[in-house]
C-alpha cells in the first residue's frame, strides 16, 4: 500500500517545483513592468524620489523571484543528467545577495536617508547583480539543449533561442546600469541616472522573466 505514494510523490514535488518556477518568472515579469513604470513616471517629474526608491525595490524583488525561477529549472535539468549541483547553481547566491542588497537600498531611500548616495550604490549593485544572473540564464539553456539537441521540436528552439537573447541583454544592461550609477555617484543627476538604470533593468528582467517562464512551461509540458 505504501508503493503507490513513494513512487508518486516525488514527481508530484517536482511538478509543484515547477510550477512555482513559472510562478515566479511570471513574479519578475510583472515586477519588471512596474519598476519601468515606476521609472518613467520618476522621469516626467511625479514623485521622482518615491517612484526611484519605489523602483528600486522593485528591481531588487524581481531579481530574488530570478534566482529563485532559474535555481529551481537548474536543480530539475541537473538531475535528470546527473550533473552535481554546485556546478549549474555557483553565481545564483550572489544574485540573490544583490537582490536583497538593493531592497534594503531602496527601503532607505525611501525613508530619505542619504538617498542621493544610495540610490545611485543601488544602481551599480543591481547592475553587477543582472551581470550574474546573465551567467545562470545562459547556463540554464546551454545545459538543457545539450541534454535534448536530438529531440527538441521548433518550440523548444525558439524558447531556447529567447532564454539566449534574455541573458545576451541582461549583460549588455549590467553593465550599463553600473556605469549609470558610478556617474550618479559622482554627482552627474544622481536621480535621473538612477530612473534610467532602473528603467533599462526593469525591461530587461521583464525580457528575461518572459523567456525563462516560456522555458520552464516548455518543460512542464514533456
Known sequence: MNTVPVETHP?????????????????????????????????????????????????????????????????????????????????????????????????????????????????????AGLLFASGAVARLSSIRSTSIATTEDMSDVVARESVYAASGTHVLVGVGAVVLGILALLGMAPIVLSQVAILAVGGSLLLSGAAVGGRIAMALRH
Open 11 to 127: 514527481l508530484k514535488q517536482e511538478k509543484r517545483r515547477r510550477e512555482a518556477a513559472v510562478g515566479e518568472s511570471v513574479g519578475e515579469a510583472l515586477v519588471g513592468i512596474a519598476a519601468v513604470v515606476l521609472a518613467i513616471l520618476g522621469l516626467i517629474g511625479a514623485l521622482p524620489i518615491m517612484f526611484t526608491a519605489i523602483g528600486t525595490i522593485c528591481i531588487g524583488v524581481a531579481l530574488l523571484l530570478e534566482g529563485g525561477a532559474i535555481a529551481t529549472r537548474l536543480h530539475h535539468v541537473t538531475r535528470l543528467r546527473g550533473m552535481p549541483e554546485a556546478e549549474p547553481s555557483s553565481g545564483l547566491g550572489a544574485e540573490s545577495v544583490a537582490g536583497i542588497a538593493v531592497v534594503v537600498l531602496g527601503i532607505l531611500s525611501l525613508a530619505r536617508i542619504e538617498w542621493l548616495t544610495l540610490l545611485p550604490i543601488a544602481a551599480i549593485v543591481f547592475g
